[in-house]
């Protein structure tokens, strides 16, 4: 009887494994003329911690599917997860709220991904992007209008602290931030309000 083999999907390929085995399939674009084996292990720690670092792998380059170039370095979350694990963690969650077509949102995205003070402060929250048709219904996430790209900072029960905004930014656009440092003055205000 033969082991009943495994896929799973990545964005750079595709992983097979089975009990004794784990290969990983570049996709096509790579130019990769054939798959990458991992060498056949026999002990069974050494299957598992093979299988637990494959594993690994798809779920950080899943993860980043989420970073839609807001930054590789920042553990992006969907609404849904976000929430979840806000409430479970105790952190707060930090959501940009963006459109694939907008050019403020295009402005803003290399800034807050090339900021190592926006990816250090991040690890102090659930962060969250949600763009397009992800953007949520819910009025609470638009308190002062429908405009984006927007900042919006969420305490751990799922509610938008409307009081935590760009303080510096234009007063009819309370949650737009236009660069990196008004959105580390943004997190470090949040972090503060949060203690």
Request: aromatic share 10%; charged share 25%; glycine share 6%.
């Amino acid at each position: 009887h033969k082991p009943r083999r495994r896929v799973s999907w990545t964005v750079c390929g595709f992983v097979v494994y089975d009990v004794d085995t784990v290969r990983f399939f570049p996709s096509s674009h790579l130019r990769v003329s054939r798959p990458v084996h991992f060498q056949q292990q026999t002990n069974p720690m050494t299957k598992l911690l093979s299988l637990a670092v494959v594993l690994a792998v798809v779920l950080a380059v899943s993860a980043n599917e989420l970073a839609r170039g807001w930054g590789d370095a920042i553990a992006w979350r969907s609404l849904e997860t976000g929430l979840v694990e806000s409430k479970e963690t105790g952190k707060p969650l930090m959501v940009i709220v963006h459109k694939s077509w907008c050019g403020a949102c295009k402005s803003l995205k290399p800034k807050i991904a090339g900021s190592s003070d926006i990816a250090a402060l991040s690890e102090k929250f659930v962060m969250v992007n949600v763009a397009d048709e992800e953007e949520p219904s819910d009025p609470q996430y638009a308190p002062d209008g429908g405009y984006i790209p927007r900042i919006l900072f969420v305490d751990t029960e799922g509610q938008v602290v409307e009081d935590l905004y760009n303080k510096n930014g234009n007063p009819k656009y309370r949650y737009y931030y236009t660069d990196a440092n008004s959105v580390v003055t943004g997190m470090k205000a949040a972090l503060k309000h949060f203690e």
